[in-house]
């Protein structure tokens, strides 16, 4: 299969500026548009837009740990948010505040629904990559049929 070179050079500038904006939708699901699930697909995109042109060794060498170890730590992420406040006598999904005070950045709060958020973005991620590495596997060598069996009959 021929590569294209334009392909190639845009998908290695870009690859990396739209996991940047996959991460600011991450983070700014809270009080604008965005949020886990957008910043998922955008990252899936990217990592696409890698196997598309690069292919799936590249996705591969992307990301070092096994798809389906994103995909169930993102699941343990969402499914912690919500578990976690019926065990402490809360309705479930119900969510909590911290305030975080850092000696740079300044203070800055950290809610529960951001947890979640992360689960969400980490199933994306970890479901995309998991189809991606799906279809980058080679194809199974063709099953030969003995000759002495009837085709005609299933």
């Known amino acids: 299969m021929k590569r294209s070179l ?3 050079v845009v ?3 870009e690859f990396h500026a739209l996991m940047v904006v996959s991460i600011y939708l991450l983070f700014a699901g809270h009080n604008s548009p965005g949020g ?3 910043g998922g697909l955008v990252a899936g995109a990217a990592l696409a837009l890698r196997f598309v042109s690069l292919g799936p060794e590249a996705v591969r060498r992307t990301i070092r740990v096994a ?5 169930g730590v993102g699941l343990l992420f969402a499914l912690g948010t919500a578990i976690i406040p019926l065990l402490t006598g809360h309705s479930l999904l119900d969510h909590g505040k911290v305030d975080l005070s850092a000696p740079i950045l300044g ?3 950290m809610t529960s629904a951001f947890t979640f958020d992360c689960g969400v973005f980490l199933v994306v991620v970890g479901l995309v990559a998991f189809l991606l590495d799906t279809f ?3 194809e199974d060598e063709p099953v030969d049929i003995p000759p002495d069996r009837d085709e005609s009959v299933a």
């Open 67 to 71: 798809p389906t170890t994103i995909l």
């Open 11 to 13: 998908v290695r500038a």
């Open 36 to 38: 886990g699930f957008a």
């Open 6 to 8: 334009i392909l190639d």
């Open 136 to 138: 980058g596997e080679p």
């Open 107 to 109: 203070d800055a709060k």
